[in-house]
């Protein structure tokens, strides 16, 4: 089946650290990958998306590049800040199916 | 402009209630979505609505039923509330017509339901 593994949290980092966020997918087809992220007391957003292999998503200084080889789609930023502290979570969705898998999410927290 | 919104934000109520929460979006979307996450923010997949068809239905009791008068609006009416099912609900839409590829999912800020 279709289903997404991220890094279990929680995840603590110092203002400017570096951050990365595994996360391996599982999929049958041709899926598109998402990071989603949530902030406290509020609904998901997405941060950022890839469709195809070797694409990279940006968005807010947030990367991740969609690695068909290694079926793995990690989140990375080079300077973390306190306003990045989250929930985030990896999905996909494959072609034809109507459906998002989530994982079950990480949570960051960014200190001073 | 709230694309995707939800009422109440909060519910609190007694087991054995029935009680409903309404979701709307004007995104325009043809495809929506319930989702349930639980206090360790896991988050799974309810229902989906296709242009007011159900689409998806997960392993879901049969107390939870979706209803969805147009495909802007997709309710969840929640028959004889149990304490387990305390938990965030989140409503999503997504442009993806069932059969093409699924399109980015926006969120409603959730439902916080607690069943005393």
């Known amino acids: 089946g279709n289903s997404v593994t991220q890094m279990e949290g929680p995840v603590t980092l110092s203002e400017e650290a570096f951050l990365t966020i595994n996360c391996t997918y599982t999929?049958?087809?041709?899926?598109?990958l998402f990071w989603y992220v949530q902030y406290p007391g509020e609904g998901l957003q997405l941060l950022l998306k890839?469709?195809?292999?070797?694409d990279k998503g940006s968005n807010k200084g947030f990367e991740a590049t969609y690695r068909k080889e290694t079926t793995s789609f990690h989140l990375e930023k080079g300077s973390v800040q306190v306003s990045d502290s989250a929930v985030y979570f990896c999905a996909l969705s494959v072609w034809g199916i109507n459906d998002m898998r989530f994982g079950a999410g990480t949570r960051l927290t960014v200190k001073p | 402009d709230t694309a995707v919104s939800q009422t109440p934000k909060y519910l609190v109520t007694q087991m054995g209630n029935d009680k409903s929460i309404k979701c709307e979006q004007n995104l325009g979307h043809d495809t929506m979505y319930w989702y349930k996450q639980d206090s360790k923010k896991f988050l799974k997949i309810m229902f989906s609505y296709n242009n007011k068809e159900l689409i998806i239905n997960e392993t879901v009791p049969n107390r939870f039923s979706p209803k969805s008068p147009d495909k802007a609006h997709l309710n969840l009416h929640i028959n004889s509330l149990e304490l387990g099912d305390s938990a965030v609900y989140f409503c999503a839409s997504s442009q993806g017509t069932a059969g093409e590829h699924t399109d980015t999912q926006y969120f409603g800020p959730g439902t916080r339901l607690t069943v005393l």
């Open positions: 890839a469709t195809k292999a070797d």
């Open positions: 999929a049958t087809g041709y899926p598109s």
